[in-house]
T-cell receptor, first 115, second 112 residues
Framework: GAGVSQSPSNKVTEKGKDVELRCDPISGHTALYWYRQRLGQGLEFLIYFQGNSAPDKSGLPSDRFSAERTGGSVSTLTIQRTQQEDSAVYLC?????????????FGPGTRLTVL | EDQVTQSPEALRLQEGESSSLNCSYTVSGLRGLFWYRQDPGKGPEFLFTLYSAGEEKEKERLKATLTKKESFLHITAPKPEDSATYLCAVQASGAGSYQLTFGKGTKLSVIP
């Protein structure tokens, strides 16, 4: 079956613009996670979805960041008024259920560059 | 706060030269420790889950071990295709605990 897909693979934007990043998880996976990976840094947890709800938004770095998930499937991470420090690879992952959080299947990521 | 520290940051090995990568962790209660492999331009790929001290898992040339404070990823007779960044992550125990805390990774280069 298909793995986790993300789009776009690369996004270059100007400071102050809004961007939307999309994630399609593996079919049937109820849990979905967003991470940020800055150059030379570890993966930084952003947000987690169980179905369509996000019990924990504590990882979002500022109120410019938001995310939603619809139909228990596709998720969108939105960054408003982008800043240069938002430049990073944004990774999405899914797991069959939250109890298997460790066994996450990752997408290829979206590389965001803010000029 | 959960913390994961990996060492070394980078490791160059000759093909066939065995070695180990280290992952030290601090967590309030360990639900699981996970190893992932990440190739350039790709997302991490799951390798192993370890749940309790003394546990070992093997896959081809890789063997992961766990103690109460650290985990090792042993690479036996590595090949160039083993070159990648290896990531360690922990999941804390407790109701509703689902978040993984990742280390920065060890970048392994295996030279033919």
């Amino acid at each position: 079956g298909a793995g986790v897909s993300q789009s776009p693979s690369n996004k270059v934007t100007e400071k102050g613009k809004d961007v939307e990043l999309r994630c399609d998880p593996i079919s049937g996976h109820t849990a979905l996670y967003w991470y940020r990976q800055r150059l030379g840094q570890g993966l930084e947890f952003l947000i987690y979805f169980q179905g369509n709800s996000a019990p924990d938004k504590s990882g979002l770095p500022s109120d410019r960041f938001s995310a939603e998930r619809t139909g228990g499937s596709v998720s969108t991470l939105t960054i408003q008024r982008t800043q240069q420090e938002d430049s990073a690879v944004y990774l999405c992952a899914s797991s069959l259920r939250p109890g298997l959080a460790g066994r996450q299947f990752f997408g290829p990521g979206t590389r965001l560059t803010v000029l | 706060e959960d913390q994961v520290t990996q060492s070394p940051e980078a490791l160059r090995l000759q093909e066939g030269e065995s070695s180990s990568l280290n992952c030290s962790y601090t967590v309030s209660g360990l639900r699981g420790l996970f190893w992932y492999r990440q190739d350039p331009g790709k997302g991490p790929e799951f390798l192993f889950t370890l749940y309790s001290a003394g546990e070992e898992k093997e896959k081809e040339r890789l063997k992961a071990t766990l103690t109460k404070k650290e985990s090792f990823l042993h690479i036996t007779a590595p090949k160039p295709e083993d070159s990648a960044t290896y990531l360690c992550a922990v999941q804390a125990s407790g109701a509703g605990s689902y978040q993984l805390t990742f280390g920065k990774g060890t970048k392994l280069s295996v030279i033919p």
